[in-house]
């Protein structure tokens, strides 16, 4: 084994088994640890001199730690490894098998739980979960989840396999919150964005409203039909088609040269951020009412 390869294969990180194959004795690495030249940030686990700790160190540190079959970067970590995320967060997620104990350490938070072998892979000479696992269990950690799942569909990982990843994990921690996320990003009709969006406007007590509205070739989502204001629920990303994005376009238009006023809503502005989609309804209503007939 040569050390400077493994350097460069593991961005600067070493263990001390590594080193010992190399040829470097364990006298050597104390030395230079004490000098300042490496630096441990796992029991046996070094950053070499003249090498950054950058995103990719951590996560090759941690899982270089954890070592063991059925230990891997799982969460936002592994969306990093994956290319979902652009960064790491302070703290690398690892989960280990219920049978494997390790003490916490600073800048790994560490999860019991025995992932079955179809959500694990090994991904540039790391352990992770698979992509679809990453992308739900991310999308449950991040603020504006349903956003970065709808990109990951998008781009990363594909539909079914991702529900069947969340039927492996039924019964663990943060399935119910899985369920929700997947049953809005199934609903290709977009109802669960439109039931939402009513139970919104009950909420608030505003009504005058209509579903499925007829206007000219078209039906509009939700009409208030008195005061022609027109809102549109644009569902997730990743079920838009050409053809849909381009009917989409034209009823606008269309609602446009008619006076009325368009509103248009994902779900995950309905989800995320509801009393301000609530508050511009009102407003827009409220201006509406006082136009000239």
């Not at 000098?35 to 001199?49: I, T």
């Not at 540190?61 to 990093?80: D, E, I, M, N, R």
């Not at 990843?165 to 997947?182: P, T, V």
């Not at 939402?196 to 005058?208: D, E, F, N, S, T």
């Amino acid at each position: 084994m040569n050390l400077e390869r493994v350097l460069v294969r593991q961005a600067g990180v070493v263990t001390l088994a590594q080193v010992l194959a190399c040829g470097l004795s364990a006298d050597t690495v104390r030395r230079r640890v004490r000098a300042g030249a490496w630096r441990e940030l796992h029991p046996c686990v070094y950053l070499v001199g003249g090498h950054r700790l950058t995103d990719e160190a951590r996560v090759r540190a941690a899982s270089l730690w954890a070592g063991a079959a059925g230990a891997a970067v799982t969460g936002t970590a592994a969306a990093f490894w994956h290319g979902m995320l652009d960064r790491v967060p302070a703290t690398v997620e690892l989960t280990l098998p219920r049978a494997m104990h390790r003490q916490p350490r600073p800048g790994v938070r560490l999860r019991r739980c025995d992932i079955p072998a179809a959500d694990l892979v090994e991904y540039r000479g790391v352990t992770v979960s698979s992509p679809p696992l990453t992308a739900l269990s991310t999308a449950i950690a991040v603020p504006r989840g349903s956003v970065f799942l709808d990109r990951a569909l998008q781009r990363h990982v594909r539909f079914p396999a991702v529900y069947r990843s969340y039927c492996r994990a039924i019964g663990r921690q943060g399935s119910a919150a899985m369920h929700r996320m997947l049953v809005a990003a199934a609903d290709r009709a977009d109802s669960e964005a439109e039931r939402l969006l009513v139970r919104l406007l009950r909420g608030a007590g505003i009504g005058g409203w209509v579903l499925g509205h007829p206007f000219g070739p078209y039906r509009i989502d939700l009409a208030f039909p008195a005061e022609r204001v027109a809102i549109e629920v644009d569902g997730w990303a990743w079920h838009m088609d050409v053809e849909r994005f381009r009917s989409d376009r034209r009823k606008g238009n269309a609602l446009t040269r008619a006076s009325w006023d368009l509103l248009r809503y994902p779900w995950h502005a309905l989800d995320g951020e509801p009393d301000t989609c609530v508050a511009e309804i009102a407003e827009t209503l409220e201006h509406a009412r006082r136009r000239p007939a």
